[in-house]
């Protein structure tokens, strides 16, 4: 196979070794013979030339430039991996937060109930009605607390994203689209973090 190729290409040379004979007679200096030395010297002195400013001028700053985005992307990331971090340690802040809470209210429980039953004046009716009153409140500032806190880690994410994007693209993104993606994380993780 490679002999076939290697015999047609010798016979497609000299086919076309009269072709250039006959244009050399007819005005192409190109293909005359004795200006083959002087457009080898040019053409190896242009692409030299051209070697040369790409290799020492062009390329490093190529290279430069890709070390310096590559540095700015890994700082980027490390940044938000900060963030990452920051924000699972404020949701854990807000879980203990939150058992805090239900503890003191059992605590308030406890302590109205004791209290109560040393005060013999009171009706059992009037003792239970008030600490099913304190137990309420006392759950309703709980779902403000879960009901807030939502909207508050949100709003977090949302700033938290819009900075980060800002560093990383170097563009303002709409707000919107933002609060959106964050609004759909939120849903779908809502149970992981929130009880619902």
């Known amino acids: 196979m490679i002999k076939k190729y290697f015999f047609h290409s010798i016979f497609l040379n000299l086919f076309f ?8 007679s007819g005005g192409m200096p190109q293909l005359n013979p004795e200006f083959w030395v002087s457009q080898i010297f040019w053409l190896t002195l242009t692409f030299g030339i051209l070697y040369i400013v790409l290799s020492k001028a062009i390329l490093p700053k190529i290279s430069s430039n890709l070390e310096l985005r590559k540095s700015q992307i890994q700082e980027n990331i490390e940044a ?3 963030q990452r971090i920051e924000s699972d340690t404020k ?3 807000y879980d203990d937060l939150i058992l805090k809470s239900k503890v003191k209210a059992k605590n308030i429980y406890k302590d109205a109930r004791e209290k109560v039953i040393k005060d ?3 009706k059992k009716e009037v003792l239970d009605h ?5 137990i ?3 759950e309703k500032e709980i779902e403000v607390l879960k009901k807030n806190a939502p909207e508050k880690i949100n709003k977090i994410a949302i700033e938290t994203s819009s900075e980060l994007i800002k560093k990383l693209i ?3 993104i709409n707000s919107s689209s933002i609060s959106a993606i964050v609004d759909d994380l939120s849903k779908r993780n809502g149970d992981k973090y929130y009880g619902n």
């Open 130 to 134: 008030q600490i099913d009153e304190e």
């Open 91 to 93: 949701l854990k802040e």
């Open 170 to 172: 170097g563009a303002e």
């Open 120 to 122: 013999i004046n009171l």
């Open 17 to 24: 070794l009269k072709e250039v004979f006959a244009a050399e």
């Open 80 to 82: 938000a991996e900060k």
């Open 136 to 138: 309420k409140k006392a």
